[in-house]
Nanobody, 134 residues
Framework: QVQVVESGGGLVQPGGSLRLSCAAS????????IGWFRQAPGKEREGVSCISSSDGSTYYADSVKGRFTISSDIAKNTVYLQMNSLKPEDTAVYYC???????????????????????????WGQGTQVTVSS
């Protein structure tokens, strides 16, 4: 059974850090793109970052570039999102999702308008709340 499960959310002060984990089961990371999305109340779901473990290529939304780092541990079948310098506007429910594809992120970002599309993703986690507040 294919499944992704997020963990690591919580309450943090502005400027602080959190690391989210996405544990995958039922498939191997090199066959999928793993994406992190977030959704704040009253807003659309936003693609934050994604990674192809097959070639290590990554994507970051402009709003998180330089502050967030996505990585994958093939041995643990887990993808991480390290979030530093957190801001109140980062507050949202964060979702991990998996897309089965042979087209890696490195090909997709050749389109300067590329952003992760939630409709392309096949499997979703339950979400984890991240709250940035003093």
């Amino acid at each position: 059974q294919v499944q992704v499960v997020e963990s690591g959310g919580g309450l943090v002060q502005p400027g602080g850090s959190l690391r989210l984990s996405c544990a995958a089961s039922g498939f191997t990371l090199d066959e999928y793109i793993i994406g992190w999305f977030r959704q704040a109340p009253g807003k659309e779901r936003e693609g934050v970052s994604c990674i192809s473990s097959s070639d290590g290529s990554t994507y970051y939304a402009d709003s998180v570039k330089g502050r967030f780092t996505i990585s994958s541990d093939i041995a643990k079948n887990t993808v991480y999102l390290q979030m530093n310098s957190l801001k109140p506007e980062d507050t949202a429910v964060y979702y991990c999702a998996a897309e089965r594809t042979r087209v890696p992120v490195s090909w997709r970002v050749r389109d300067s308008d590329f952003t992760p599309n939630p409709n392309d993703y096949d499997y979703w986690g339950q979400g984890t709340q991240v709250t940035v507040s003093s």
